[in-house]
């Protein structure tokens, strides 16, 4: 059964993890009033959403204060309400929001779907936040470009005849 979340106005935009570099589940977090919305997002969709939102952000007036560090953690919560397929960003002139659009991932039936209005620095903090995340995981391997693991790296590149290490 699909659901639609609508955050006009939300007093949290985040992006956060739970687990250990190379087993990291990634999830966008928006919360107004009581309401929660905790959906699961890939790695690679954290990093292009940072990506645009930055490039986004260039066209437009420099935003006033960032929201950081504590301000950004993730709320604690049961469960998620979808994993995220496709991610839009549209920017509404008139109302100055950055609206970031996110529907499920999922086959043969209706998506469910979130709508967050952003302000500018709820975007430009989500950004920032966003490319921290992402950077922070395991270093990529200077061959490949495929993320090294701690216990060992099969590259490619190598075809099995050495392997990278950290």
């Given amino acids: ?15 956060g993890t739970i687990g250990e570099p190379g087993q990291r ?13 905790t959906l699961k997002v890939e ?14 952000l260039k066209d437009l007036s420099r935003p006033g204060h960032i929201p950081e560090g ?12 979808f994993v995220a397929g496709a991610i839009g960003v549209a920017y ?3 109302a100055d929001k950055v609206i970031v659009i ?5 086959e043969d039936e209706e998506p469910s779907e979130a709508r967050i209005s952003l302000s500018r620095e709820q975007a430009a903090a989500l950004a ?3 490319t921290q995340l ?7 391997c200077p061959l490949c470009g495929f993320p090294l693991d701690p216990s060992g790296h099969a590259c490619p590149r190598t075809n099995g005849n050495r392997t990278p290490s950290l």
Avoid: C, N, W
């Fill in 43 to 56: 790695k690679q969709q954290v990093g292009a959403l940072a990506l645009h939102l930055g490039e986004l």
């Fill in 25 to 37: 589940v990634f999830y966008l977090q928006a919360r107004q009033g009581v309401e929660l919305v």
């Fill in 92 to 94: 509404d002139a008139a």
């Fill in 102 to 106: 996110v529907e499920e991932r999922v």
């Fill in 128 to 130: 920032i936040r966003g």
């Fill in 1 to 15: 059964m699909s659901e639609f979340y609508e955050l006009s106005s939300p007093t949290l935009v985040t992006v």
């Fill in 70 to 81: 504590d301000e950004l953690e993730l709320d604690p919560f049961i469960e998620t309400a």
């Fill in 134 to 140: 992402v950077e922070s995981g395991r270093p990529p």
